[in-house]
Nanobody, 121 residues
Framework: QVQLVESGGGLVQPGGSLRLSCAASGNIFSIRAMGWYRQAPGKQRELVAKITSSGSTNYADSVKGRFTISRDNAKNAVYLQMNSLKPEDTAVYYC???????????????WGKGTLVTVSS
């Protein structure tokens, strides 16, 4: 059974920084793309950043230059460094990982349970 565990959310003042972490565990053959999504109250879930197995990245326009996604393949982990945070970054942030497992040999997207980020003074 595969599990994604997120950490690092919390309350931060505007202009501050947070680092989100997500680690995958279980019977995993390989991990392809890893990413972070967020969902603000009353809004649809949106892509924040994504990183492929080769390290290519893409970001939502709203976070370019402020957020950095990275991964540690040895730890099956993905990180999101968030700087210059704004109140509009307030949302639940979800880890998303595309994995190949014994149960899903063609790959499947797995979601974390989410971690709340609140940007407020």
């Amino acid at each position: 059974q595969v599990q994604l565990v997120e950490s690092g959310g919390g309350l931060v003042q505007p202009g501050g920084s947070l680092r989100l972490s997500c680690a995958a565990s279980g019977n995993i053959f390989s991990i392809r793309a890893m990413g972070w999504y967020r969902q603000a109250p009353g809004k649809q879930r949106e892509l924040v950043a994504k990183i492929t197995s080769s390290g290519s990245t893409n970001y939502a326009d709203s976070v370019k230059g402020r957020f950095t996604i990275s991964r540690d393949n040895a730890k099956n982990a993905v990180y999101l460094q968030m700087n210059s945070l704004k109140p509009e970054d307030t949302a639940v942030y979800y880890c998303n990982v595309d994995m190949i497992t014994p149960d899903d040999p063609y790959g499947m997207n797995y979601w974390g349970k989410g971690t709340l980020v609140t940007v407020s003074s």
